[in-house]
């Protein structure tokens, strides 16, 4: 009878220990991953109209922000002062790296159907910078991740507060923007390099 006694205790024992050690266990082990959704973009405005609407101002924002002006009494240099100023500028850079990414997304045309050049002849027409687009899209990507990097230095120098170093970038936003519009924009114009050492 003692002995059936302590072979109960014994399995009872057993079967705590395995039962505490798979839900202790479980518990400080990392919870599975969770499959996420697929997430489907879905562009609203053309290319040319994001350029328009936000690549354009932004940058355009950017260089601007530093450089000097003639005046009756003189050069003057200009650059962000205040904390309110440089903010305004670091939101122009951010927006601009954004949009870069924006440009990436598939399914975004080039123009509104029915939609001309505003320079024909200079220009490509829409359906034909779409073709150029879609025949090396890796090379579109490329393009435009030239800007988002571009973007992303003018954002580091705008947090450090470095004027010298935003006017320097300008020179790398300007290269990402001319490489991307000579290539699909006017490939036909015959443009001089630049001569700024882009390095």
């Known amino acids: 009878m003692r002995t059936v006694y302590w072979l109960v205790v014994l399995v009872v024992a057993i ?15 990392a919870p599975a991953p969770v499959a996420q959704p ?17 690549v354009d101002p932004n940058a355009m924002a950017v260089w601007d922000a530093v450089g000097a002006e003639s005046t009756p009494t003189g050069v003057v240099e200009k650059a962000p002062k205040t ?34 050049s505003e320079t024909p ?35 580091k120098a705008i947090e450090a507060k470095d004027a010298d170093q935003v006017f320097e970038v300008g020179s790398k936003i300007e290269e990402a923007c001319e490489n991307c519009h000579s290539q699909y924009w006017y490939p036909n114009e015959k443009i001089p390099p630049p001569t700024i050492n882009l390095k």
Do not use: S
């Open 15 to 29: 079967g705590g220990t395995a039962f505490v050690t798979q839900h202790v266990g479980t518990a400080d082990a």
């Open 38 to 54: 697929a997430v489907e973009a879905l562009p609203v405005g053309t290319i040319k109209e994001m350029m328009k609407g936000i």
């Open 83 to 116: 904390d309110a100023e440089w903010a305004v500028i670091e939101h122009n850079a951010l927006t601009l790296a954004e949009a870069a990414n924006l440009l990436m997304i598939p399914g975004r045309h080039v123009a509104r159907p029915g939609e001309k």
């Open 121 to 155: 002849g200079v220009e490509l027409e829409p359906e034909e910078m779409e073709a150029l687009i879609n025949k090396d899209r890796a090379t579109f990507y490329k393009r435009a991740t030239a800007l988002h990097d571009a973007a992303m230095v003018a954002l």
